[in-house]
C-alpha cells in the first residue's frame, strides 16, 4: 500500500491550501493518521493528527488555523490550512499507523511567501 500525498503549492501569507492524502488501497485497522512537517534544515514534528475514535491534536503552532479529516472507508486523510505563515513553509509528509505499521506518503510541498 502506498501514500500519495497532493495539494501543496505557493501561496502567499494568509492565503489557504488544502492537502490531500489517499492511500492506494484501503488500510484496514487504522490506530491514526496524521501530518508531519519538514521545514529546510529542521527536524520533521507533527503537525496533526487523528485517531481511529475521531480525536484531533495540533501542534501549538498551528492550532486554531489547521485543520485536519479523514474518510475511514477510503483511507484518505485531508489537511486544511488557513491563514498561512512563511514559517509554515516545509514539505508535508501524510502517515498512517496500523498496528505496529508505519506508512508514509512522499511529501508535498507548500511554500508561504511574505
Known amino acids: 500500500v502506498q501514500l500519495q500525498a497532493s495539494g501543496g503549492g505557493l501561496v502567499q501569507a494568509g492565503g489557504s491550501l488544502r492537502l490531500s492524502c489517499a492511500a492506494s488501497?484501503?488500510?484496514?485497522?487504522?490506530?491514526?493518521m496524521a501530518w508531519y512537517r519538514q521545514a529546510p534544515g529542521k527536524q520533521r514534528e507533527l503537525v496533526a493528527s487523528?485517531?481511529?475514535?475521531?480525536?484531533?491534536d495540533y501542534a501549538d503552532s498551528v492550532q486554531g488555523r489547521f485543520s485536519i479529516s479523514r474518510e475511514v472507508v477510503k483511507t484518505t486523510m485531508y489537511l486544511q490550512m488557513n491563514s498561512l505563515k512563511p514559517e509554515d513553509t516545509g514539505f508535508y509528509y501524510c502517515n498512517v499507523i496500523q498496528g505496529t505499521v508505519n506508512y508514509w506518503g512522499q511529501g508535498t510541498l507548500v511554500t508561504v511567501s511574505s
Open positions: 488501497a484501503r488500510i484496514s485497522g487504522v490506530k491514526r
Open positions: 487523528i485517531t481511529a475514535g475521531g480525536t484531533t
